[in-house]
Every structure is written in structure tokens, then in C-alpha cells.
């Protein structure tokens, strides 16, 4: 639980940034080098590797390096991650419209049998 | 476009922290006082001040006073952002599957038709 909550933080601290978002958006048709990646952006190619080590951290991309070029591809687990996150968060507000109706349900067949 | 990308900066930045996702948590049952969201938490008032500022700039609850007592409420709106970011990315990645798909069936049809 730990472990999956500080897994969390790192994904959203990840996706918290319009740059990584779009390195995301570019990896999603396919795997690219980091040369193609960094050429959409006006950005020091140290300033751009931040960003790549920082998706890589947080488990969002994978990279590897064959000869002199290091090509990056998504991985799709973080995402499920995330998903589980907001379907737990959505079951909460669920249960709580199940209940709301439950009260108004009671309340009304209280007023009929009057 | 510029709007819809700075408000997902806000969101993700806001859901990157366990206890400002305890506290979305808590709110997903239903609305509550700020002392009923930071009794569970060994935190200083302040400190817990801002992480519910945090939540409230970047949209995810709303905040109403009422005499002495500031009542905290979800919002559900940013959640709708996310899934929208989450399901255009999805898209991308199914889109490339169908690609490879057609990319394999037409290598396979290619070798029958030898």
C-alpha cells in the first residue's frame, strides 16, 4: 500500500507537466529516440533529458540504448495504476448516490404510508 | 487548449500527494469539515491548510464557510479531464495496435500469396 501510494505520486508528479504529457502523447504511436522526442521543443537537450529521466523514474517510459541511440517506449502498467486509483475514487461516490437514493426511497414510503 | 493543459498541470500536481488523495478519499463519502478532514492526520493546521488550498485551486473540491465552519466538497469535473487525457491516450495505443495488426495481416497475406 505504501508502495503503491508512493508509486502514485511520482506517476501524477510525472503527468504534471505539459512537456512530459506531450513526450507521452508522441511515445503512444510508437517508440521514438530521445533525438526525435527533444526536436518538437524548444528546450537544451540537458533541460529535455530531465524530463525523459524523470518519465523514466516514475515507470511511465522505458528506455534503451543501442549503439549511440537511446529509443524510449511507453509502458502501459503506470496508466492501469491510475485507472484503479479513479475507479476506487468513483465506487466512493457510488455508494454514496446509492445511499442518497436509499434515504430518499425510505423517506417517500414513509410519507405514502402515512 | 493552453487552459485545458494548465488545468491538468494543476490536477496532477494536486493528486501527487498521500494526503491530498487521503482527503479526496474521505470526501468521495460525502462532504466535511476542515476538522473532520484533518483529524486523521499527525499534521500542523497550517500545513494541512495548504494542501486543502492545493485541492481547491486546482478545482478538485470546493470550500464553504458557514459561521465558524469551513465545509469541504468534491468536485467532480477534474476527474472527467483526467479520464479524458487517460482515453485520448488509450486511443493512440489502440490505434497503433490496429496498425501492426494490418501491418501482420498483410506480411501474412503477402507469404499465402506466393
Known amino acids: 500500500m505504501e508502495q503503491y501510494s508512493a508509486q502514485l505520486d511520482g506517476i501524477f508528479q510525472a503527468l504534471a507537466d505539459p512537456t512530459r504529457r506531450a513526450v507521452l502523447g508522441r511515445l503512444g504511436k510508437g517508440p521514438a529516440s530521445i533525438g ?67 434515504f430518499v426511497t425510505a423517506v417517500r414510503d414513509k410519507g405514502q404510508a402515512r
Chains 1, 2 share one sequence.
Do not use: N, Y
Not at 65 to 71: L, N, S
Open 36 to 102: 526525435e522526442l527533444a526536436k518538437p521543443f524548444d528546450m537544451a537537450l540537458p533541460s529535455f533529458m530531465k524530463h525523459i529521466h524523470f518519465l523514466e523514474d516514475s515507470g511511465l517510459i522505458r528506455t534503451r540504448k543501442a549503439g549511440r541511440v537511446r529509443t524510449c517506449a511507453i509502458r502501459k502498467r503506470p496508466f492501469a495504476a491510475i485507472e484503479t486509483w479513479l475507479s476506487a475514487q468513483r465506487a466512493l461516490w457510488e455508494a454514496r448516490t446509492d445511499r442518497l437514493e436509499q
